[in-house]
């Protein structure tokens, strides 16, 4: 079972950034689509964002486009998530996610990290 490791949360005040990273270990980078979820308390867990291996394809959920980018560096077996112009509405745990389909359901995704909390505050 693959573990990954996100780093990179805090609290922000409204309109601050933040970087999100997510270290996996050795290549498993490789060959594999990767995405950020978050999740509130009671809530389902939610797209934001994913990046596909090969063609670099990407895909960002509606509330976060223009603001947040994602990106990867395969030779350092990291994903990021540089997020701009955070909103309270963005306080939640973050979470990577790598494996089968370059999709927006965490059924799309075969191993996770722990999680990273956000918090977007004055």
């Known amino acids: 079972q693959v573990q990954l490791t996100e780093s990179g949360g805090g609290l922000v005040q409204p309109g601050g950034s933040l970087r999100l990273s997510c270290r996996a270990p050795g290549r498993t980078l490789i060959n594999n689509p990767m995405a950020w979820f978050r999740q509130e308390p009671g809530r389902e867990r939610e797209f934001v964002a994913a990046i596909g291996w090969l063609d670099r394809s990407i895909n960002y959920s509606d509330s976060v486009k223009g603001r947040f980018t994602i990106s990867r560096d395969d030779a350092r077996s990291t994903l990021y998530l540089q997020m701009n112009n955070l909103k309270p509405e963005d306080t939640a745990v973050y979470y990577c996610?790598?494996?089968?389909?370059?999709?927006?359901?965490?059924?799309?995704?075969?191993?996770w990290g722990q999680g990273t909390q956000v918090t977007v505050s004055s």
């Open positions: 996610a790598g494996g089968l389909r370059f999709g927006v359901n965490p059924s799309d995704f075969s191993y």
